[in-house]
């Protein structure tokens, strides 16, 4: 079983940044292929960024070139680095991880995740 769990998150004007992270345990970390998604109110999961075990990264186009994500298989850890955030980045961000399928932008792909940690950007 693989545990997840974010944080980071909280409150940002609109043009700042801010880094979520993601600690996970329960399976050798270097194996996982790891995925960020986000939720806002009244709408669908959506995916933000995936990095697989190898290290190849996709993102969603909307947070292409302000969004980074990163692992550190040292520390167990997965990070979104989120630059020039606008107030429809305003979600739930979730981390999510699965050991077979790599770098899919489908939640259906990942079968572990973490509870999220709320992203808010102010106007």
């Known amino acids: 079983q693989i545990q997840l769990v974010e944080s980071g998150g909280g409150l940002v004007q609109a043009g700042g940044s801010l880094r979520v992270s993601c600690a996970a345990s329960?399976?050798?970390?270097?194996?996982?292929?790891m995925g960020w998604f986000r939720q806002a109110p009244g709408k669908e999961r959506e995916f933000v960024a995936a990095i697989t075990w190898s290290g190849v990264i996709t993102y969603y186009v909307d947070v292409k070139g302000r969004f980074t994500i990163s692992r550190d298989n040292a520390k167990n850890t997965v990070y979104l680095q989120m630059n020039s955030l606008k107030p429809e980045d305003t979600a739930v961000y979730y981390c999510?991880?699965?050991?077979?399928?790599?770098?899919?932008?489908?939640?259906?792909?990942?079968?572990?995740w973490g509870r999220g940690t709320q992203v808010t950007v102010s106007s």
């Open positions: 329960g399976r050798p970390f270097s194996t996982l292929n």
């Open positions: 999510a991880a699965d050991p077979q399928r790599a770098g899919s932008a489908s939640t259906a792909a990942y079968n572990y």
